[in-house]
C-alpha cells in the first residue's frame, strides 16, 4: 500500500501576470513503514508537493492515488483518503485554536464522530506516539516550548490514526537536542507500520534517515533514489540552496582514495573503515 503521485504539474494564479509553476511533471511513490524526505531549495515546490499528498490542493494535471484509491477533486471518497494521511505544518502554532493540549488533540478525531472511552484511547494514544508529556494535557498549546508546541501538532494529526505522516520542515526552529527527540520518535512511528514523510532543505537529516530522497529543483524532480543515490548526484551537480554535510563529502573523499565507505556512514563507520583498510595494508 502507498502513495502513488503520477507526473503532476501545479501552477498558482495561472493566466494572471503573477502565475508561477510550483510542480513540472513530478512523480513520488511513498510505501508505508518506509521514511521518505523530499528536499529542496526555498521556492523549489516542497510544500506544494505536502499539500498533494494530504489532498489539499488536487493536481491540474496527472494524478494522486492513496492505496489504489486515486483522488478526483469533489469526490465523496476524497475525505476518507485524507484522513489517511495526516499533514503536520511547519510552524505548529498555526494548527493551533483550542485553549488546552487536550482539546487540540481531541478535535481531529471528534469530527469523524469519536467520542467517550474511544476518543480517550486516541488521545492517549497519540500522546504516546508523540513523546508528549500527559502532564501537559490541560496547559495551554501556545504557552509550550517549540519542541513542545510540534510534538503537540504531530499528536495532533496522530489523533486520526493516519497511515501516513506528512511533516513540513519538522526541524526548523528546533535546537540539536529537539532535532534528536524528533527523529527517535520518527523512527519509532515508522516502525510500526506509518509513512513518514519529511519535507525538508536540512539535507543531513534527509541523509542520515530516509530509506528514498526526491530532490526537487525549481518544481521539477533532480534525482530520486537512495539516500547514496541522492549524495552522489548532489556531489557531482549544484543545486540552489542544497550543500552536502561535512562528514557526506569526507566519505566521498575516502571512497576516491580506494577505502570503501557509505557516503551517508557516519564518524564510527569512517572510523572502522579507515582502521580496516590500515589492517590489510599491514
Known sequence: MSIEVENITYVYSEGTP???????????????????SVVGHTGSGKST????????????SGSVSIDGTKSEPGAKS??????????????????????????EIEFAPSNWGVKGDALAECVKEAVEYSGLDPALLETNPFSLSGGQRRR???????SMRPEYLVLDEPTAGLDAEGIRGLTRMLNEIKSRGMAVVQVTHDLESALANSDAILVLERGSVAVAGSPEEAAEYLAAHKIKGLVLPPMTRFALGLRERGISVPITAGLREITDAIDKTRGAVR
Request: cysteine-free; overall charge positive.
Open 18 to 36: 503573477a502565475e508561477q509553476t510550483a510542480l513540472r511533471g513530478v512523480s513520488l511513490s511513498v510505501p508505508r513503514g518506509r521514511w521518505t
Open 49 to 60: 508537493l505536502a499539500q498533494h499528498l494530504n489532498l489539499l490542493l488536487a493536481p491540474q
Open 78 to 103: 476524497a475525505r476518507e483518503l485524507r484522513r489517511k494521511v495526516g499533514l503536520v505544518f511547519q510552524y505548529p502554532e498555526s494548527q493551533f485554536f483550542a485553549e488546552t493540549v487536550r482539546a
Open 152 to 158: 503537540v501538532a504531530i499528536a495532533s494529526v496522530l
